[in-house]
């Protein structure tokens, strides 16, 4: 259960080489984004606010297949929006799977009955549903009554179908300890095969901006939450590093390069929670960001980031780099009481920057002239064709 030993030796592998090489920054999860467009609107959510224009594009099938191989990470997660509404999602995941990339789709499981039989159970392949707790917790996250029982039908249909089915949840600072590993325990028992678990992050133009935890709150939550999980071997989808990362005992500076993400405005400077900027190419993603602006201490917007997209790869290189720390680690548990490792200081961050609204009409323009080209396209195609009348 959890991430299972063929992934986490062939990650792990992939891993050592880049060190071995001498590899400064390199990719660990492909964080794909094939839409925006969703079929639910959680109050907590930064990814939805977008024009209709926006909100209709897709990346294709050639593009997503380009930013796979362009990336070269090992895993390939698809998220979005929703992603089931993408047309041509089972092919893009059937040619990630023919590359041997772990693909995870995350999903809110509303369209997953319904499409289910478009794919087909793989070692390379898993469903990881987005569950914020238990019923009444995550119908108040999503905004929606009736949508965890959905979800959880559609996940037993899943596990019935021979798939590998993982949650992916994402807790607030109304999230009670007792209460989020009684769901935990009940996830268990329910035969999920992993636990994707980390704190929300303060998007900015998310609706609710009230209940994001700060880094405190984070560590003292997850300390909670693992203590009451202690023996119960949950099927954690993450390394014990990163858990020991949340109860407050490592001090990691995050990895924004780690989860390089691909979206329909292109590659996302610095990271999948951050649009301050878009590249053409993964290539100038890695080179020209200013990474060094970036990250806890650097900058007001990463002040109390603790998500795994930002320091799972930084937990990652931890374990390789001091394995015998992180054998330590597994074997004693994580430490729940006691003093935590220093906080980085945030008295030099610079202050943030609100540059989304430049970024949506850059690609409003762009999108407006796309239409104006192929709409001359079509209109010089039909003059080209001459009347059946005017022939005679």
Not at 105 to 120: F, G, I, M, R
Not at 264 to 272: R, T
Not at 338 to 351: D, F, T, Y
Request: net charge positive.
């Amino acid at each position: 259960m959890g991430i299972p030993l063929f992934q986490a030796a062939r990650v792990g592998a992939y891993v050592v080489k880049q060190h071995v090489m001498g590899v400064k920054r390199y990719p660990l999860v492909l964080m794909l984004e094939p839409l925006f467009r969703c079929n639910l609107a959680c109050a907590g959510c930064g990814k939805i606010d977008y024009p209709d224009k926006i909100l209709n594009q897709r990346i294709s099938y050639e593009d997503a297949m380009e930013a796979i191989d362009e990336c070269g990470a090992p895993v390939v997660v698809i998220a979005g929006g929703e992603p089931l509404l993408h047309k041509e999602l089972p092919k893009i995941v059937e040619g990630a799977i023919a590359k041997k990339k772990f693909v995870t789709v995350c999903t809110n499981a509303l369209l997953l009955e319904k499409k289910l039989s478009q794919y087909k159970p793989s070692k390379y392949f898993n469903w990881s549903v987005h569950l914020d707790g238990d019923k009444e917790m995550h119908d108040r996250s999503v905004c929606r009554g009736g949508v965890y029982d959905k979800a959880v039908a559609a996940m037993k249909a899943a596990q019935d179908a021979g798939f590998r089915v993982n949650i992916n949840t994402t807790l607030f600072n109304d999230a009670d300890p007792a209460r989020s590993a009684a769901f935990f325990d009940e996830m268990k028992a329910m035969g999920v095969h992993g636990i994707t678990v980390s704190p929300g992050y303060a998007y900015e133009r998310a609706p609710d901006q009230k209940h994001f935890l700060n880094r405190n709150k984070t560590k003292e939550l997850f300390r909670g939450i693992i203590a009451r999980g202690k023996g119960k071997n949950w099927p954690m989808f993450q390394s014990h590093m990163f858990m020991d990362f949340l109860a407050g005992n490592q001090a990691y500076q995050c990895t924004p390069w780690g989860n390089p993400t691909r979206t329909v405005f292109g590659w996302q400077k610095p990271c999948y929670l951050l649009g301050e900027g878009y590249v053409k190419t993964f290539k100038e993603l890695m080179e020209d960001t200013e990474w060094d602006k970036y990250g806890t201490g650097n900058y007001e917007k990463c002040a109390d980031c603790m998500v795994h997209c930002g320091f799972e790869a930084s937990a990652v290189t931890d374990t390789i780099k001091h394995p015998l720390k992180a054998l330590m680690v597994g074997l004693r548990g994580i430490k729940t009481s006691g003093k935590m490792a220093p906080e980085i200081s945030l008295a030099n961050q610079r202050p943030a920057e609100y540059v989304f609204s430049r970024h949506v009409d850059q690609k409003l323009a762009e999108i407006v002239e796309d239409d104006k080209r192929a709409a001359n396209r079509r209109a010089k195609a039909e003059k080209d064709v001459m009347p059946l009348e005017a022939a005679e």
